[in-house]
């Protein structure tokens, strides 16, 4: 088994695409003791040149450091390749995106094998990995202690954010997060198709867009401050009786211009639905109760 240097610690990697790749060149130029593994072989082998050490397979990698980080296509991958190997005395972290209900389980069976685990997501592409400035970061949740005595070498390739001890929620605010992520796209999609068939410049669109978001985004703390306080009404200054007031012109526009109300409809709907419940002087809030069963 290799042994920590005085400043950096071993570290093992398994999983070698996109980001697992990104992630192995972090740790080697800050220089960290790495052993990788690939299923495919061929994958290592930049790294290798660049200074890492490739095991012959996934055990023979996991057998090497205590600090063992897998960043795999998906949980099914995970338990593919971790079936083989002894687990035993391990502190595994896991990057590998999944949802809340795999990572629990997958705590619970790295516990069964006498493991340590950390689950992760990843708030980052593999561009953003080993550049701060680009604000990447990895939400980790799971044993505390585990995340305290490794976060230095996990904070080498984006930032660590710690979100508790329940190992579901790293999964559960990385889905919450790229969720409002896709909302946000979905919201820029319809906008683009509303000028697709004009004599307008999508590259002129563009910053008026992103600009408009930004300014409204801060609109999140509010939903916040409103769902703690339970008051819905609290600093509305657009309620929802006059947003309501105001769908059929999104509609009738989306029509005019030849676009599939599709992606808006269903927001306007739960809309119209807390209306009906007689909550006009509420702001947007009051939809997600309506969302949650
Ligand atoms: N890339 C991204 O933009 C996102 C950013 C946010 C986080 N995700 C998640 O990170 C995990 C890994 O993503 P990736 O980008 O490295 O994915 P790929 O390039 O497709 O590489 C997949 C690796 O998984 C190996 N693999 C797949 N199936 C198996 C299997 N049954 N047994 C063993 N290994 C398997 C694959 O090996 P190979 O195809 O090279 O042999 C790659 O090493 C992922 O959860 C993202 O959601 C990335």
Request: glycine letters at 10%; hydrophobic letters at 45%.
């Amino acid at each position: 088994m290799a042994h920590d240097t005085v400043e950096n610690t071993s570290v093992t990697l398994l999983g070698l695409g996109a980001m697992g790749t990104a992630l192995a060149r972090t740790w080697l130029s800050a220089g960290h003791p790495l052993t990788v593994w690939n299923r495919t072989p061929d994958r290592a082998a930049a790294l290798a040149a660049e200074g890492a050490r490739v095991a012959d397979s996934a055990a023979e990698a996991v057998a090497a450091n205590p600090l063992v980080i897998v960043c795999l296509l998906d949980d099914a991958s995970v338990e593919e390749v971790l079936a083989g190997t002894d687990l035993a005395g391990r502190d595994l972290v896991n990057l590998t995106t999944g949802t809340p209900a795999q990572a629990r389980a997958r705590a619970e069976w790295a516990r069964e094998r006498g493991a340590r685990y950390l689950d992760g997501g990843i708030m980052a592409v593999p561009p953003m990995i080993g550049v701060p400035a680009a604000g990447g970061y990895v939400f980790y949740s799971g044993s505390r202690e585990l995340f305290e005595r490794h976060q230095e070498t996990l904070a080498v390739p984006a930032g660590t954010t710690y979100v508790g001890e329940d190992a579901g929620f790293a999964a559960l605010h990385d889905v919450a997060l790229l969720s409002a992520m896709y909302g946000m796209f979905a919201g820029a999609a319809h906008a683009f198709a509303l000028i697709r068939r004009e004599d307008i410049d999508p590259a002129a669109l563009a910053p008026l867009l992103a600009d408009w978001l930004v300014a409204m985004a801060p609109a999140v703390h509010q939903t916040a401050d409103q769902l703690r306080s339970g008051d819905y009404t609290k600093g509305v200054v657009s309620n929802l009786a006059m947003q309501v007031a105001g769908t059929p012109t999104f509609l009738s526009t989306a029509e005019q211009q030849g676009v599939s109300p599709e992606l808006l409809s269903p927001y306007f709907e739960l809309m119209r639905r807390r209306l009906a419940e007689g909550s006009g002087e509420e702001g947007l809030t009051g939809v997600i109760d309506l969302l949650v069963h």
